[in-house]
């Protein structure tokens, strides 16, 4: 399995906000992970990269487990938030930095961003990230996630943000890369029309547990929206 999560177990404040007992994601899945506000989805996306500590379980990719092996960074692209941003550099610095931290030359970087081109903020080049609006800071962030075609693509609410030319774009770049290179995918979303378009499987998540997991299919957008209307 590309992703294993075993009995993983994040509590705050003696309160316990995520309990997973079992989920895994083969290779070559895109998986939508849906679920209202508190419930769960971000803290699950910064377990699985580690970017927190479980009080419990583990989190293994390739079969390492996250906490103990670094060499899932290596083929790894994510974007949760701003966060993950240098307010001080401009979008061309950025991508630049990010290009050396994946050993890419600048040629290959200039041919894999070509791709991008249309979906990165026009006239961005020349200004700070902090300078950009957040949903064209987004723009730069997934793009620095997605170029250098990682084997395992993680993003929390990627189409937030952006407007409706860029979040048909975004679905495109996505597409085309799976159709490539059969990239795994976790995305999480708020949109579920998206998640449904996009994703072959649907995890929602409610109180921090898992209490739907299943393939997508034609009646699952209505299935999410009858469950969330309640």
């Not at 941003?85 to 979008?91: E, M, V």
């Not at 996009?198 to 034609?218: E, F, K, M, Q, Y």
Request: charged share 20%; proline share 4%; with cysteine.
């Amino acid at each position: 399995m590309m992703i294993r999560v075993n009995q993983l177990v994040k509590q705050y404040g003696g309160r316990t906000v995520l309990d997973v007992p079992s989920w895994q994601v083969a290779p070559g899945e895109i998986v939508g992970l849906v679920g209202s506000n508190g419930a769960g989805k971000t803290t699950f996306l910064r377990l699985v990269l580690d970017l927190i500590q479980p009080d419990g379980g583990e989190v293994l990719i390739d079969g390492n487990a996250v906490s103990e092996s670094g060499g899932w960074k290596g083929f790894t692209g994510s974007y949760l938030d701003d966060r993950f941003l240098i307010g001080f550099l401009t979008a061309e610095e950025f991508l630049d930095f990010i290009r050396t931290i994946y050993g890419m030359s600048r040629s290959e970087a200039e041919t894999a961003l070509v791709a991008y081109r249309s979906f990165l903020p026009e006239n961005g080049s020349a200004r700070y990230l902090q300078e950009l609006s957040t949903g064209n800071a987004k723009k730069v962030g997934i793009t620095a996630a997605l170029f250098f075609e990682p084997r395992l693509v993680i993003l929390d609410e990627p189409f937030a943000n952006l407007d409706p030319p860029s979040q048909i774009r975004l679905k495109q770049l996505l597409r085309q890369m799976h159709g490539r290179s059969g990239t795994t995918m976790l995305i999480s979303s708020h949109d579920l029309g998206h998640v449904t378009e996009l994703c072959n499987r649907i995890t929602l998540i409610d109180h921090g547990r898992v209490v739907s997991d299943a393939p997508t299919t034609p009646d699952s957008l209505k299935e999410l929206e009858q469950y969330f209307s309640y």
